[in-house]
């Protein structure tokens, strides 16, 4: 019986990388004009996948607006292939939010052409999440096709298996083992069949054990439409014995090869990550920490900070910036595609990346501020007061906690007071005062100056209680004499609160677990080392020893009745570049500032790092001391639960005899947390913008930054062979030697909690809350804050609530607006081993369970819900 080659054309379209997102757009409008003309051409040309992007398409559109109805058709009748994604997102370095919007963009527009891909096709990201299939699943998707990450034992001698989440949920998955061009010259002749084709047919035969159906991708990046496929697929089947080839779509292959699906009974389960026969690039998530920070930082504001809190101001009457959402969403994807949050790209890409980002976050902050004083004027209506601070609480459960508000005050002294009248307990940590300066007045005679009296601009904490759970609390902030308690500079080498206690000594710091008395000596330092690398990967240098920095200088400590900090220093000399430490010369000095911070009654220390650097070509990590001698294994979380990770990877003894692509070397990716535990105890990092962690002996080691100064290069100690990316031509970049100024945090959890109550610690730490005060002292603080703006609504009451969880284990993952209606989406998910049950205990009076894709699962009657285990659930709310 001769085996059926499924031949499908496809081209791979980087959105930017060593060129910008410019060139790649004029370049597709030349591809897609030609793909369109051959198609209508030839009928026998039946079908061809655009790289299951969207984005592609409403960029054509942009300047070809005409040829609509010319796409539509194609993508109607399934002979060009779009979606499911919006842009190709790395997996592993964005929120897991970020890829579902992704998914939820990609698939409502390419459905609104006719059409969107029924295969999670994943061909060139690096590495692949653990709950990819479950996400898939959530959009009715059913099947995959993805190239990297798999070891080849994994396969048990089939490309065909079941990819499985951790919630239980599973796709039909095919791994493209030759990657996606191995049919891109595909010709007819003697030569091009013996010597190219035929060995791949027969090895992709070989690992098809259980299928008589052979995928054969046959495309490459940015590449045109071959004309010639459908002659010469007659052409090879004219006098082929062995092979039947035809000319086919992924779709098609995965349905005819898995009409008899209990053919193939491999089940593979999590992450994908193994650099046996494709390169993962593990360390590209420390290339320019810049842009992931920033990343962070803007997906933070907008799905834990301005969409609930749009949510609320929707159920209050005002308007729901859904717009302005879909244009944010959208450039978050462009900087979201596995290149571009890479970092792998030109410098001028990078540039552009970082303006994307900056724009996002500016409109973000526009938004938020516009809300936030829309909201808090309707409060001061209708309380009838001037000087009120509203606190928003954009999390599902009540708020109770320190945090750092910014407020202004005609005297350095004030109180700020509940609506009962009671205290708030506050401390200045900062406060200086503003010169008014003058104002220009229009009188019968003449413009006047006129000096205005200055006031305090003062950076409180504040110790808040019983904030509503998605809503706000209203408080007041009164001039007082005398009274203010303020953060003050100690003589003392130590801060603590009830749960901890940190202490200098020796150059370092010594962490305390109040609960059993427990010490952490030497909780950090850090190692610098060289960077043979390039953007892809950081690579040793050989001979090269690790420059340890461990005795800090104590710099001060402040205490105060609700926070206390601690600041210290470390400086090393360090080789400038890998010259110097090719020659031992420590030409640079590395400084590196660090402020511990505890809050009353938190239970997680907050960090923070600041380094401006002008060194070149080496790696930065802190090393903390987890307090185990060596545990063997870490977690970190990953999707909606936790994953667990071996500090050695046994891959690694023989990974060069072994051929493979890339050393598998234990360093791995965190979403927002990476720790370890014994079951008793746990201890762990909550990141902002850090991705990179490995194991060492009992220290988490955390990757602050690497800087390279090239995107590729040939032959690195963990990467041997061609140059990753472009390789051909040498790209200097400059820009990524980091040298610059960076500010780095995290928080450290010692404590006894098991690892999932990490994500309600990460909440807390995170700040799922913002705060808006009406004053009419300062209209400089935010941008848009001196502008006139109408107020919809006149009056709100002093606090409400529009939804709230009762289960401390089920986290809120995102609170939105419904993609094609004004109903209100809520997605939760439960990271525990047993099924959750929870109570919106709401007065919403349609609630339904939609997929992710937003629709109809089921009606539901009354407000109790259950997760299975690390599961999630989507609820559609009116």
């Given at each position: 019986?001769?085996k059926?080659?499924?031949?499908v054309?496809?081209?791979?379209?980087?959105?930017?990388?060593?060129?910008?997102?410019?060139?790649?757009?004029?370049?597709l409008?030349?591809?897609l004009?030609?793909?369109?003309?051959?198609?209508?051409?030839?009928?026998?040309?039946?079908?061809?996948?655009?790289?299951?992007?969207?984005?592609?398409?409403?960029?054509?559109?942009?300047?070809?607006?005409?040829?609509?109805?010319?796409?539509?058709?194609?993508?109607?009748?399934?002979?060009?292939?779009?979606?499911?994604?919006y842009?190709?997102?790395?997996?592993?370095?964005?929120?897991k939010?970020?890829?579902?919007?992704?998914?939820?963009?990609?698939?409502?527009i390419?459905?609104?052409?006719?059409?969107?891909?029924?295969?999670?096709?994943?061909?060139?990201?690096?590495?692949?999440?653990?709950?990819?299939?479950?996400?898939?699943?959530?959009?009715?998707?059913?099947?995959?096709?993805?190239?990297?990450?798999?070891?080849?034992?994994?396969?048990?001698?089939?490309?065909?298996?079941?990819?499985?989440?951790?919630?239980?949920?599973?796709v039909?998955?095919?791994?493209i083992?030759?990657?996606?061009?191995p049919?891109?010259?595909?010709?007819?002749?003697?030569?091009?069949?013996e010597?190219?084709?035929?060995?791949?047919?027969?090895?992709?035969?070989?690992?098809?054990?259980?299928?008589?159906?052979?995928?054969?991708?046959?495309?490459?990046?940015?590449?045109?439409?071959?004309?010639?496929?459908?002659?010469?697929?007659?052409?090879?089947?004219?006098?082929?014995?062995?092979?039947?080839?035809?000319?086919?779509?992924?779709?098609?292959?995965?349905?005819?090869?898995?009409?008899?699906?209990?053919?193939?009974?491999?089940?593979?389960?999590?992450?994908?990550?193994?650099?046996?026969?494709?390169?993962?690039?593990?360390?590209?998530?420390?290339?320019?920490?810049?842009?992931?920070?920033?990343?962070?930082?803007?997906?933070?504001k907008?799905?834990?900070?301005?969409?609930?809190?749009?949510?609320?101001?929707?159920?209050?009457?005002?308007?729901?910036?859904?717009?302005?959402?879909?244009?944010?969403?959208?450039?978050?994807?462009?900087?979201?595609?596995?290149?571009?949050?890479?970092?792998?790209?030109s410098?001028?890409?990078?540039?552009?990346?970082?303006?994307?980002?900056?724009?996002?976050?500016?409109?973000?902050?526009?938004l938020?501020?516009?809300?936030?004083?829309?909201?808090?004027?309707?409060?001061?209506?209708?309380?009838?007061?001037e000087?009120?601070?509203?606190?928003?609480?954009?999390?599902?459960?009540?708020?109770?906690?320190?945090?750092?508000?910014?407020?202004?005050?005609?005297?350095?002294?004030?109180?700020?007071?509940?609506?009962?009248?009671?205290?708030?307990?506050?401390?200045?940590?900062?406060?200086?005062?503003?010169?008014?300066?003058?104002?220009i007045?229009?009188?019968?005679?003449?413009?006047k100056?006129?000096?205005?009296?200055?006031?305090?601009?003062?950076?409180?904490?504040?110790?808040?209680?019983?904030?509503?759970?998605?809503?706000?609390?209203?408080?007041?902030?009164?001039?007082?004499?005398?009274?203010?308690?303020?953060?003050?500079?100690?003589?003392?080498?130590?801060?603590?609160?009830?749960?901890?206690?940190?202490?200098?000594?020796?150059?370092?710091?010594?962490?305390?677990?109040?609960?059993?008395?427990?010490?952490?000596?030497?909780?950090l330092?850090?190692?610098?080392?060289?960077?043979?690398?390039?953007?892809?990967?950081?690579?040793?240098?050989?001979?090269?020893?690790?420059?340890?920095?461990?005795?800090?200088?104590?710099?001060?400590?402040?205490?105060?009745?609700?926070?206390?900090?601690?600041?210290?220093?470390?400086?090393?000399?360090?080789p400038?570049?890998?010259?110097?430490?090719?020659?031992?010369?420590?030409?640079e000095?590395?400084?590196?500032?660090?402020?511990?911070?505890?809050?009353?009654d938190?239970?997680?220390?907050?960090?923070?790092?600041?380094?401006?650097?002008?060194?070149?070509?080496?790696?930065?990590?802190?090393?903390?001391?987890?307090?185990?001698?060596?545990?063997?294994?870490?977690?970190?979380?990953?999707?909606?639960?936790?994953?667990?990770?071996?500090a050695?990877?046994?891959y690694?003894?023989?990974?060069?005899?072994?051929?493979?692509?890339?050393a598998?070397?234990?360093?791995?990716?965190?979403?927002n947390?990476?720790?370890?535990?014994?079951?008793?105890?746990?201890?762990a990092?909550?990141?902002?913008?850090?991705?990179?962690?490995?194991?060492?002996?009992?220290?988490?080691?955390?990757?602050?930054?690497?800087?390279?100064?090239?995107?590729?290069?040939?032959?690195?100690?963990?990467?041997?062979?061609?140059?990753?990316?472009?390789?051909?031509?040498?790209?200097?970049?400059?820009?990524?030697?980091?040298?610059?100024?960076?500010?780095?945090?995290?928080?450290?959890?010692a404590?006894?909690?098991?690892?999932?109550?990490?994500?309600?610690?990460?909440d807390?730490?995170?700040g799922?809350?913002?705060?808006?005060?009406?004053?009419?002292?300062?209209?400089?603080?935010?941008?848009?804050?001196?502008?006139?703006?109408?107020?919809?609504?006149?009056?709100?009451?002093?606090?409400?609530?529009?939804?709230?969880?009762?289960?401390?284990?089920?986290?809120?993952s995102?609170?939105?607006?419904?993609?094609?209606?004004?109903?209100?989406?809520?997605?939760?998910?439960?990271?525990?081993?047993?099924?959750?049950?929870?109570?919106?205990?709401?007065?919403w009076?349609?609630?339904?369970?939609?997929?992710?894709?937003?629709?109809?699962?089921?009606?539901?009657?009354?407000?109790?819900?259950?997760?299975?285990?690390?599961?999630?659930?989507?609820?559609?709310?009116?």
């Amino acid at each position: 019986m001769k085996k059926r080659v499924y031949v499908v054309p496809h081209s791979h379209w980087d959105r930017e990388w060593y060129f910008t997102i410019e060139d790649s757009n004029v370049l597709l409008a030349e591809n897609l004009d030609h793909l369109m003309d051959v198609l209508e051409k030839n009928e026998e040309y039946t079908g061809y996948v655009f790289d299951a992007q969207a984005s592609v398409i409403e960029e054509y559109l942009k300047v070809r607006p005409e040829n609509r109805d010319r796409l539509k058709v194609l993508v109607e009748a399934k002979r060009i292939f779009i979606g499911p994604w919006y842009t190709q997102t790395d997996s592993l370095l964005v929120h897991k939010e970020s890829m579902i919007r992704n998914l939820l963009y990609g698939t409502k527009i390419s459905k609104s052409f006719g059409h969107s891909m029924n295969c999670g096709y994943l061909p060139d990201i690096f590495g692949q999440n653990q709950y990819l299939p479950s996400i898939f699943k959530g959009f009715g998707i059913d099947n995959s096709v993805l190239q990297r990450g798999i070891y080849t034992d994994q396969l048990k001698g089939d490309l065909n298996f079941t990819w499985k989440s951790p919630d239980g949920e599973t796709v039909n998955a095919n791994n493209i083992y030759f990657g996606y061009g191995p049919g891109k010259f595909l010709e007819a002749s003697e030569e091009y069949k013996e010597e190219r084709l035929f060995p791949i047919l027969e090895k992709l035969a070989e690992m098809n054990t259980n299928s008589d159906n052979l995928l054969l991708p046959a495309g490459g990046d940015q590449v045109l439409v071959r004309e010639h496929f459908p002659e010469t697929i007659k052409k090879l089947n004219e006098d082929s014995a062995e092979y039947e080839f035809v000319l086919s779509d992924y779709e098609t292959f995965m349905k005819d090869t898995w009409e008899n699906g209990d053919a193939f009974s491999n089940v593979i389960e999590g992450e994908l990550t193994a650099t046996q026969k494709s390169r993962i690039h593990n360390t590209i998530r420390s290339q320019r920490y810049d842009i992931k920070k920033l990343n962070y930082e803007v997906e933070h504001k907008i799905l834990n900070v301005l969409e609930p809190l749009a949510v609320i101001g929707q159920s209050l009457g005002f308007r729901y910036p859904q717009a302005w959402l879909d244009g944010m969403w959208k450039q978050l994807f462009d900087v979201h595609a596995h290149d571009s949050i890479g970092g792998c790209n030109s410098d001028d890409t990078n540039r552009d990346i970082v303006q994307r980002l900056e724009k996002v976050e500016r409109i973000a902050d526009g938004l938020l501020n516009i809300l936030k004083k829309q909201m808090t004027e309707a409060v001061s209506n209708k309380l009838g007061k001037e000087n009120v601070f509203v606190f928003f609480n954009t999390n599902a459960s009540v708020f109770s906690g320190s945090v750092e508000a910014v407020l202004f005050t005609k005297s350095s002294h004030f109180k700020v007071k509940d609506m009962a009248g009671s205290d708030v307990p506050v401390e200045a940590i900062d406060q200086e005062y503003i010169s008014g300066g003058k104002k220009i007045v229009v009188t019968a005679e003449g413009e006047k100056q006129v000096e205005v009296p200055g006031y305090y601009r003062t950076v409180v904490m504040a110790e808040l209680k019983d904030v509503p759970a998605l809503g706000y609390k209203t408080f007041v902030v009164e001039e007082a004499e005398e009274g203010m308690k303020k953060l003050v500079e100690a003589e003392q080498t130590s801060i603590e609160n009830e749960h901890v206690k940190v202490e200098f000594a020796d150059g370092n710091v010594t962490l305390t677990k109040k609960e059993t008395g427990v010490k952490i000596p030497q909780l950090l330092r850090f190692e610098n080392v060289a960077d043979a690398g390039d953007s892809y990967d950081f690579s040793p240098l050989e001979g090269d020893e690790p420059i340890l920095l461990e005795n800090g200088e104590l710099l001060s400590v402040e205490t105060g009745g609700l926070s206390q900090k601690l600041m210290m220093k470390h400086e090393a000399l360090v080789p400038g570049n890998l010259e110097d430490r090719q020659a031992e010369i420590n030409s640079e000095s590395l400084v590196i500032i660090s402020t511990l911070e505890v809050r009353k009654d938190e239970k997680v220390v907050r960090v923070q790092h600041s380094i401006d650097n002008s060194v070149e070509d080496h790696r930065v990590r802190v090393l903390l001391n987890t307090g185990f001698e060596n545990p063997g294994a870490s977690f970190a979380d990953q999707g909606f639960g936790l994953i667990e990770r071996n500090a050695e990877n046994p891959y690694m003894k023989n990974w060069k005899e072994n051929g493979f692509a890339e050393a598998p070397v234990p360093i791995y990716a965190l979403e927002n947390f990476a720790g370890v535990t014994d079951g008793d105890s746990t201890f762990a990092a909550i990141t902002r913008g850090i991705k990179e962690y490995e194991l060492v002996g009992g220290e988490l080691a955390l990757t602050l930054f690497r800087s390279v100064g090239l995107l590729g290069k040939d032959d690195l100690a963990w990467r041997p062979g061609r140059a990753s990316g472009i390789n051909n031509k040498v790209v200097y970049t400059p820009d990524a030697q980091m040298k610059q100024h960076m500010v780095f945090e995290y928080g450290i959890y010692a404590g006894a909690a098991e690892p999932v109550a990490l994500f309600g610690e990460m909440d807390h730490y995170i700040g799922r809350h913002v705060s808006y005060q009406k004053q009419a002292l300062n209209t400089f603080e935010e941008r848009l804050e001196r502008f006139e703006i109408p107020y919809p609504v006149k009056e709100l009451a002093d606090s409400i609530s529009i939804l709230q969880v009762d289960n401390p284990s089920v986290v809120m993952s995102s609170c939105k607006r419904a993609y094609d209606d004004g109903a209100v989406v809520v997605r939760f998910f439960n990271p525990t081993e047993e099924v959750q049950r929870f109570n919106l205990g709401t007065g919403w009076k349609d609630i339904s369970v939609v997929n992710l894709a937003e629709e109809a699962v089921r009606e539901q009657t009354g407000t109790e819900f259950e997760i299975g285990a690390k599961g999630h659930v989507t609820l559609k709310l009116s």
